[in-house]
DNA sequence: ATGGCCGTGTTACACGGA
């Protein structure tokens, strides 16, 4: 079973792009953020055609997660327990019926800039909620990934230019320690446990020529559950994606499990 | 040397992103 996490920076903007690379590269399952748009207008059909079930959970304008998968999905969930109030479409879960069953949680996590201040505090609470839920999830003992755009650079080495992000809400140490606490209850970090050392990148601005001087950082993560770990063949990033015609400021991130 | 963008919603910019 191959899995790909993919933040592809709307949906209207980006269908042809998306359409050639689900061609081409044939992900068994896609984790889809920033889809921009609300459930009504997302053209599930398109995506029906090429095989896929859809499950969105979207929002006007802004944030936006979704599933795209050609095995059948059960139990499908929407939205982050924990804050009944916050009405942002950040979190979406589904089973994916494979010849294991596998749990997908699809993420989007708050960006948190300008740090301090209330959107760095969502951020923070944001990521509280998501430990809680990670907790629960790690008690089924079962293979289970959650994966998306995480803005957060873990360490120094996920940035080509790490000085240049000291005082941003996504390398501060206090959003570091909180991708810690959810990792240290016992996931495993995918991409970190097949490829070591600096120069990995899921993000480019499209600002300032970013691409062009490989000046990325990396900030869309897979983490999983100890029974999932175990059935993990491989985990890359595909970086190439970039450089195309009209790309996604993001790349996708894969795993393939033995499932 | 320095600054450089893009998508959405709404219709000339505001806002968010990272």
Redesign the pocket.
Known sequence: MKIATF?I??????ISALSDWLDTAQPDVVLL??????DE?FPREHFEDKGYIVETHGQ????GVAVLSKLPLEDVSHGLSGDESDE?ARWIEATVMGDRAVRVCGL???????APGP?YDYKLAWMERLRTRAKEILTLEEPAILAG?Y?V?PQDEDAATPESWRK???ALPESRAAFRRVLNLGYTEAFRARRLGPGHYS?W??????W??N?G?R?DHMLLTPQAADLMQDCWIEAELRGRE?????VPVWIELDA
Do not use: C, T, W
């Open positions: 933040n920076n709307g949906i209207k903007a980006r953020q920033e889809i921009k748009s609300v207008n006007k304008g802004f944030n942002q989007y996590l708050p960006n948190g800039n300008p959107k755009d803005n650079i941003d809400a996504l993000f601005d499209y600002q300032a020529g970013a062009n001087k000046d950082i900030i009209k790309p996604s400021d993001h």
